[in-house]
């Protein structure tokens, strides 16, 4: 039995080897928090498999066999060009160098500079707040990639291959990289300074490939024989096993966002679980009601409409604003994907518009009225009121809208111009599989 001075000095080496224990896993030199790091990297991977495998898939089995393998090269592919454009240029523009100084507008509160191209000047050592810089360029990067990858489900069974990449390339360089200059660039950024909210990424990510996805399958037209010939999905289960992997996958992106391990990370995928599984009921009961039978597919789809719409709030709502956001998501992005188009006589064959733009837009204009403290949500700040910030979110979405619709037209014009868009009838009467890739998928 020890006595008490033996008992006091063990009590105080077991606090010091605590304590040297928590500094470790908190704390690193240079301010870089080893958990908050741990957790980034665990929804970097996260945010990846979203697109490789799970939009693939999802994608993948909407379309028919005769174009599955088209859809996933277009997945895989845009994964290693993103991965390629970001490193040497795409991060630079979207990270580096704001306006002068906050409030004051010139050509850097719109797009960055090369200050850090091709990582010019980061170690593993250089900080980014809390995590590593290079860390913050990789979960980046996974935003990179998805975005593009989103749109390639309004034009799937008609685009050329070399169109798709030469798109998505100007694309993200023209539209993506400065929406989000402008949004996450910091201090000096034009919608940043305006005090504009977009934790995950309505704006930057869901508004933008909604648009420019909408665009895109207008200039090219509808698929032969729409909307008379049906075109069901040739694999459901395998764009349910996509679905619940983006599911699965948007906690990286809605938590990791707040590139931290800490509370608000928690309240993000929280509300985040809510919003897709309010949607999903939503589209689903609406479907039972209307046809007499809830499908799996509608399922599937209203899961992903709720995502959408709650990744620009998940930083400022509380599970009430969730539900709200949920079920609005799961309404309207039914009316959007199913009446509207029809009315409309467009073909965004997957509903990316349906889907992602109009559930970004939901998400990013709700979020205004559902972030106070009586609703759960963070609260507003100093001076902004409700309409103040409605008024922000609303021009915010508007003007983005706007840009990427005519950035967008122009590049499907000169890739048109350069390498043709849309594929001869031949081809996509024979699949483009074997027209492109000289592959199938099934070997009947």
């Not at 995950?200 to 509808?222: D, E, F, K, M």
């Amino acid at each position: 039995m020890m006595n008490s001075d033996n008992n006091g000095r063990f009590k105080r080496f077991l606090a010091a080897i605590i304590g040297f224990g928590a500094i470790s896993v908190f704390a690193q030199d240079g301010g870089i928090s080893a958990g908050d790091t741990a957790w980034i990297l665990v929804a970097t991977a996260l945010v990846l498999f979203m697109n490789i495998p799970g939009l693939a898939l999802f994608y993948g089995g909407l379309v028919r066999k005769k174009n599955v393998l088209s859809v996933l090269m277009q997945c895989f592919v845009l994964t290693a060009v993103m991965t390629v454009l970001w490193t040497v240029v795409g991060y630079s523009l979207a990270f580096s160098g704001t306006g002068m100084s906050e409030g004051e507008v010139n050509l850097r509160s719109f797009v960055g500079g090369l200050d850090l191209m091709m990582l010019k000047g980061v170690t593993p050592d250089t900080p980014a707040d809390n995590i590593p810089k290079l860390l913050h360029f990789v979960f980046q990067m996974t935003f990179f990639i998805i975005t593009p990858a989103l749109m390639v489900g309004a034009f799937v069974d008609r685009i050329k291959f070399s169109a798709v990449l030469w798109f998505t390339i100007l694309w993200n360089l023209l539209v993506y990289a400065p929406v989000c200059h402008m949004v996450w660039g910091g201090a000096g950024g034009y919608f940043a300074d305006m005090g504009v909210q977009d934790f995950a990424g309505g704006i930057v990510v869901h508004i933008t490939a909604g648009v420019g996805a909408l665009v895109a399958c207008i200039v090219l037209g509808p698929r032969n024989g729409y909307p008379k010939k049906p075109m069901p999905p040739h694999n459901l289960p395998m764009t349910v096993m996509g679905a619940a992997m983006l599911w699965v996958g948007w906690f990286g992106f809605n938590g990791g966002s707040q590139l931290a391990a800490d509370g608000g990370a928690a309240s993000a995928i929280v509300v985040t679980q809510i919003s897709a599984a309010t949607a999903t009921l939503a589209w689903m009961f609406i479907e039972w009601a209307k046809f007499g039978k809830p499908s799996m597919l509608g399922a599937a789809t209203g899961s992903i409409a709720g995502l959408a719409a709650i990744t620009p709030a998940s930083g400022t709502v509380g599970p009430i604003g969730a539900l709200v956001i949920g079920a609005m998501s799961g309404t309207i992005c039914w009316w959007a994907s199913t009446v509207l188009k029809q009315k409309l006589k467009y073909d965004d064959s997957l509903d990316v518009f349906g889907v992602h733009g109009v559930g970004g837009f939901i998400g990013t204009v709700m979020l205004a009225f559902l972030m106070s403290e009586e609703l759960g949500g963070v609260g507003y700040g100093e001076g902004v009121t409700v309409r103040s910030q409605f008024g922000v979110q609303l021009f915010a979405a508007v003007a983005t809208a706007v840009y990427t619709a005519i950035v967008s037209f122009i590049i499907l014009k000169i890739v048109c111009a350069v390498v043709g868009l849309r594929v001869s009838e031949a081809e996509e009467n024979e699949g483009l599989d074997l027209a492109y890739h000289g592959e199938e998928a099934y070997n009947d």
